[in-house]
C-alpha cells in the first residue's frame, strides 16, 4: 500500500471532525454603544425611514364620496393604486417596474460612490435591527451588562428583563406587520377591526407572518441576515471598485498597534492604542483593520468608536475613516495621496442610466390620459361580405374610464372613406356612425364596432386605420391603429 | 477523497481537505440554524406526506390524512360559481329576450355566457367567429335562411331544422335531376337562370320558363327566396353550398337538405337565450 494514504487512514474520525468543523455554532455579537457622528446620522435615518413607514397609511385625502380617502392605497380586490391624486391602473404596471428599475440603478450608483451605504443606513434589516437593539439596550444595559446577564444562571430578575425585552420586540414586529397591512386596505376601519376579531384571514395572516419575520430577522438573526441570507453583499463587489469611498483602516498610519501609556512617547508605533473599541461597537462582530471584509456593513460606527479613542489619547481622528482604497494604497506608499474620481464610467453609466430610466417615466407620466383606447380586430372571419356586396370588419374596442365621471365619447375612424360605423346595441341606445359610447365612471367600456364599406371602394387586402375617442382638445382623448381587411383584388 | 487539511496562505483559512487536480476548497463553515432549517424542511415533508396525497403506487396513490383532492376543490369551486353566475341567470329565465337587450348588465352577461356556450356547442359546424363554411351558415353576415330577428334566432336554435323535434324547421328542395323531374339540359338552363339574378350569365327563355314553373314558388319570382319556407335569397352575393355554376348545378340536380340538431333537447332555456343574443350581436341580426 501507497504509504502517503496509510498516513491518513490513521486519523481517527473523532479527530477528522473536530478539524473539519463543516458547521459552527453563531457566535452572538454584543455590540456596544456609541456615540457620535455617524450614529447621529443613523439615528436620523431610522426616524425618518421608520417614521415614513408607520405613519404614510395615516394619511387622509379626500377624494369623494365614492373613492377611499386614504392618501395611498395598494387596493388588490378593487385592482387599483391610490396615490394622491393619481391613480394607477393594473395596466399600469409599468410604473412599478420603472421605480425598481430606478431603485435598483440608484442602489448600483451609490454602491459604485460609497460603497454599502444602502446596507449601513437604509436597509430595513439594518434599520429595524437598530430599533431591536435600541430597546435591548433599554431593557438589559450595554454590551457588558448584557454579556454578564446571559452568563448567570436563570433568576426571577433575569426572566423578567428577558421577558419584557422579547414582550416589547413582539409588540415592534406585530406593529410592523399591522403597518404593512394598511397599505392594502383601509387603515382606521381595519384597525378597529382588528381588535375586535372582525378582520379578513388574509389581514391576520400577513400580520403573522410580518410579525414571526421582523421578530426573527431583527431580534435574533441580525448580522446572520446579511452574512448569510443577503444575495446583495455577494454581488456588490461588481459595482464596488478602488474608487469607492468605504470605511477604511488607516494601517500606514496605525501599525505596529500596541498599549500606550498616558505620556509615552509615539515614536516608531502607530496610533492604533489596540483598545478594540471599534470590534466592540461593530454591528456584525469583526474587526476593520482585518482590511475589507464581506460581513463589514458600511455603518461608520467603528469610526465613530475610534474617533472617540483618538480624542481621548490626544492623536488625530479619522484613523478609521471613510476614504478609497486607491487613496489608501497611495499613502501606504508614501506617494501622498490620490485624488478622488467619483466620475468614472461606471458612475457615469449608473447616472446615465438614471437620468434615462427617469425622463421615460416622466414623460410615460406627463402623456398619461384619463381615458385609453385598445382596438382588437375580429379575424374569424377576416371580413364579412354582406348581401349587397358591401365588406364588413369587426372590432372589439375597450375604453378605459380612469376619470370620476361618466363619459360620452365620440368615437371616429381616421383613413376610411366612405365607412360607415355601427355598434352592437345601437338599436336600442340609438345612433349610428358618430355615436357618443357611455363609459361609466373608473371603469372599462366593452364595444363590438362594425366598420362597413361599400364593395367598390373596400381596399384590396389590408388598410391602416386609426380609431380615436374623445374630443381633440382636451386630455380625455385617445386612439389607437388598426386595419381594415378587404378581400384580395 | 479529504487528504490534508491546511492554512490556506492568501486567506488564512483552513480547507476542507478536499483537492481536484491542484484545486482545493476552502472551508466556509455554515451556521448551524441553517442546517436545522433544513432539518426542519424535511421534517416539514414528511408531515406533508401524512397529510395530503403524495406517494403513487400501482392502482393508485396515498389519499393523505386531510382527505384533499384538487378534483373535490374544483367541484366546490365550480358549484360556487355557478351560484354567483345565478343572480343573472335567473333573471335571464326570467326575462324577455328583447328586456335583456335592454339591461345593459344583464346584455353583457348574455354576451359573455352565449360566448361560452357557442365555443362549446356551436363552433365545430359554424367557427370560431360565427362565419360558417360551405353548408354551415355563416352567421356573421346580414343573410338569413329562416330569419334573423332575436325570436328567429331563438326558434332555430331550440327546434333545429329538418331535424325528428316536433316544431323543428321543415322545408323540402326537390331533387330536380335525380328525380327525373328536369333533364340535364333543363338543370343547366336553369342554372343560368340562377346566375342572371345576381348579374353573373345570360338567362335564355327556357330558363326562364323553367325558373316560372319549378322555382318561384318557394324562391319568388325576382328570386329574393321566403325565410318562412327557408328558401334562401339567391338574388344576392351570399351561397351556402358555393355560388359558381358548377356548385349551383349540382344543388338544383341533387338538392341539398342540411339539418341542425334542435338544441332545446340539450341545453337549458338561458342557455338558449344567451346563445340567440350572442349570435344575434355577431353582426347580421335584424
Known amino acids: 500500500m501507497d504509504a502517503r494514504i496509510q498516513d491518513e487512514d490513521a486519523v481517527s474520525l473523532r479527530t477528522r471532525k473536530a478539524e473539519l468543523p463543516l458547521y459552527i455554532t453563531r457566535i452572538k455579537v454584543y455590540p456596544r454603544a456609541i456615540k457620535g457622528l455617524w450614529r447621529r446620522v443613523k ?153 375586535r376579531g372582525e378582520a379578513s384571514l388574509e389581514v391576520y395572516v400577513f400580520i403573522g407572518l410580518l410579525t414571526a419575520t421582523t421578530y426573527t430577522l431583527a431580534g435574533w438573526a441580525r448580522e446572520q441576515v446579511c452574512t448569510y441570507m443577503c444575495p446583495w453583499p455577494r454581488f456588490q463587489a461588481a459595482m464596488l471598485d478602488e474608487q469607492s469611498v468605504i470605511v477604511t483602516y488607516q494601517k500606514w498610519r496605525g501599525e505596529p498597534r500596541g498599549k500606550h501609556k498616558a505620556g509615552a512617547s509615539w515614536d516608531g508605533r502607530g496610533d492604533c492604542v489596540d483598545c478594540n473599541l471599534c470590534v466592540a461597537v461593530c454591528p456584525t462582530g469583526i474587526d476593520i483593520r482585518d482590511g475589507q471584509q464581506i460581513e463589514c456593513i458600511g455603518c461608520g460606527l467603528c469610526i465613530d468608536a475610534c474617533n472617540q479613542t483618538m480624542g481621548k489619547v490626544d492623536r488625530p481622528p479619522n484613523l478609521i475613516l471613510w476614504d478609497t482604497l486607491a487613496n489608501q494604497q497611495a499613502k501606504e506608499k508614501g506617494v501622498g495621496g490620490a485624488a478622488w474620481r467619483p466620475l468614472r464610467p461606471r458612475t457615469l453609466l449608473y447616472a446615465a442610466l438614471l437620468v434615462v430610466v427617469t425622463a421615460v417615466m416622466l414623460s410615460a407620466f406627463w402623456l398619461r390620459t384619463d381615458i385609453e383606447l385598445t382596438v382588437q380586430r375580429d379575424r374569424s372571419p377576416n371580413f364579412v361580405r354582406l348581401s349587397n356586396g358591401d365588406i364588413r370588419n369587426s372590432y372589439a374596442v375597450k375604453i378605459l374610464n380612469k376619470s370620476r365621471d361618466e363619459q360620452r365619447l365620440q368615437l371616429a375612424v381616421e383613413g376610411l372613406p366612405g365607412a360607415t360605423v355601427g355598434f352592437v346595441g345601437a338599436d336600442i341606445q340609438g345612433g349610428t356612425a358618430v355615436t357618443r359610447l357611455a363609459v361609466h365612471p373608473d371603469s372599462v367600456g366593452t364595444f363590438r364596432i362594425f366598420l362597413t364599406v361599400p364593395a367598390g371602394s373596400a381596399p384590396s387586402g389590408s388598410k391602416p386605420i386609426e380609431f380615436t375617442v374623445g374630443d381633440k382638445t382636451s386630455r380625455k382623448r385617445a386612439s389607437h391603429d388598426a386595419v381594415f381587411v378587404g378581400p384580395a383584388r | 477523497m479529504p487528504t490534508k487539511i491546511e492554512k490556506d496562505t492568501v486567506s488564512g483559512q483552513d480547507t476542507t481537505g478536499h483537492e481536484w487536480d491542484g484545486v482545493k476548497e476552502l472551508n ?211 351561397w351556402l353550398y358555393g355560388g359558381d355554376r358548377d356548385s349551383l348545378y349540382r344543388t338544383i340536380f341533387y338538392a341539398r337538405n342540411g339539418s341542425m340538431p334542435a338544441w332545446g333537447t340539450r341545453l337549458d332555456d338561458a342557455t338558449m337565450k344567451m346563445l340567440a343574443i350572442y349570435v344575434h350581436s355577431l353582426g347580421g341580426g335584424r
Open chain 2, 28 to 238: 466556509t463553515p455554515l451556521p448551524t440554524w441553517w442546517v436545522y432549517t433544513f432539518y426542519a424542511t424535511i421534517a416539514f415533508a414528511v408531515v406533508y406526506c401524512a397529510l395530503y396525497p403524495s406517494w403513487p403506487w400501482l392502482t393508485g396513490h396515498t389519499q393523505g390524512l386531510l382527505g384533499y383532492s384538487s378534483r373535490t376543490e374544483l367541484t366546490v369551486a365550480l358549484a360556487d360559481q355557478t351560484k354567483a353566475r345565478s343572480k343573472f341567470v335567473d333573471k335571464i329565465r326570467a326575462t324577455s329576450l328583447a328586456d335583456i337587450r335592454k339591461d345593459p348588465e344583464l346584455f353583457n352577461f348574455a354576451l359573455a355566457g352565449g360566448r361560452s356556450a357557442f365555443q362549446t356547442n356551436c363552433l365545430q359546424c359554424h367557427g370560431a367567429g360565427g362565419a360558417g363554411s360551405t353548408g354551415f351558415p355563416n352567421l356573421v353576415d346580414d343573410d338569413w335562411i329562416w330569419g334573423g330577428n332575436i325570436d328567429q334566432i331563438y326558434a332555430t336554435i331550440d327546434h333545429g331544422i329538418r331535424n325528428a323535434d316536433d316544431k323543428s324547421r321543415q322545408s323540402l328542395m326537390p331533387r330536380f335531376g335525380v328525380d327525373g323531374l328536369l333533364t340535364a339540359a333543363q338543370v343547366a338552363a336553369v342554372t343560368d337562370y340562377v346566375l342572371s339574378l345576381s348579374g353573373r350569365a345570360k338567362a335564355t327563355p327556357e330558363g326562364a320558363k323553367i325558373w316560372q314553373e319549378q322555382c318561384v314558388a318557394c324562391h319568388k319570382a325576382d328570386g329574393t327566396g321566403n325565410q318562412e319556407l327557408g328558401a334562401p335569397n339567391l338574388a344576392d352575393g351570399i
Open chain 1, 43 to 195: 439615528w436620523a435615518a431610522v426616524a425618518l425611514l421608520l417614521g415614513l413607514y408607520y405613519v404614510v397609511p395615516w394619511l387622509r385625502w379626500d377624494r369623494g364620496p365614492d373613492a377611499p380617502n386614504q392618501a395611498i392605497l395598494i387596493d388588490l380586490d378593487g385592482r387599483r393604486g391610490w396615490f394622491f391624486d393619481v391613480v394607477i391602473w393594473p395596466q399600469e404596471i409599468y410604473f412599478v417596474t420603472g421605480l425598481l428599475i430606478l431603485g435598483a440603478f440608484g442602489l448600483f450608483f451609490a454602491t459604485a460612490l460609497f460603497g454599502r451605504i444602502w446596507c449601513g443606513f437604509a436597509c430595513p434589516q439594518t434599520v429595524w435591527t437598530d430599533l431591536f437593539m435600541l430597546v435591548e439596550r433599554l431593557i438589559e444595559g450595554d454590551r457588558n451588562e448584557r454579556m454578564r446577564l446571559d452568563r448567570l444562571p436563570m433568576s426571577a430578575g433575569k426572566a423578567a428583563r428577558k421577558a419584557l425585552k422579547h414582550t416589547v420586540w413582539l409588540a415592534i414586529a406585530a406593529a410592523t406587520g399591522g403597518a404593512w397591512v394598511f397599505y392594502y386596505v383601509d387603515a382606521p376601519s381595519t384597525l378597529v377591526k382588528i381588535f
